[in-house]
């Protein structure tokens, strides 16, 4: 079949090639689209266990008196966690034979975990306290060639 130079148009095979790589972008995009939707919502996730932990480490350093124990729970989203307050070691870099004060070190680590469809995820927060060691000033006391608390 013979065009005439007046006629203009498409042929089906220019059409269908338009059609492909449109198509070809406009999947691109959704998945552009699907893949950003996923990041926010993994990120929104992660905030909020940083908020929980955050919480719960708070209300361990405000509290009057460290209490030597782990606790654990669930805060609800599917979160949950783990508190562990532990006087300070030598794994932790205190050399409790050498210096005898009227403080104490206490480790305080919160653990917020929960679950995302590519596995378990975790937030873990950390941190030392000082406080007043009011047990071992009797034992101090006690040891001779110690001279007293200091």
Known sequence: M?????????TLIEIAIAMAVLGI???SAL????????????????????MHAKALMDAALWAPEM???????EIGGGFRWQR???PAGAEDGVDLERFRTDVRLSVVSVLVEWNEPN???SYRL????LEP?????????????TGGPR
């Open 2 to 10: 013979r065009r005439d130079a007046r006629e203009r148009g498409f």
């Open 25 to 27: 972008g406009v999947v």
């Open 31 to 50: 998945q552009v689209f699907g893949s950003s939707t996923k990041l926010v919502r993994v990120a929104g996730r992660r905030s909020e266990a940083v």
């Open 67 to 73: 209490v030597h124990a782990e606790s654990h729970g």
């Open 84 to 86: 562990l307050i532990r």
């Open 119 to 121: 596995g378990a995820k």
């Open 126 to 129: 950390g941190t030392m306290r």
């Open 133 to 145: 060691d009011y047990g071992d000033q009797e034992q101090v006391q006690s040891q001779p060639g």
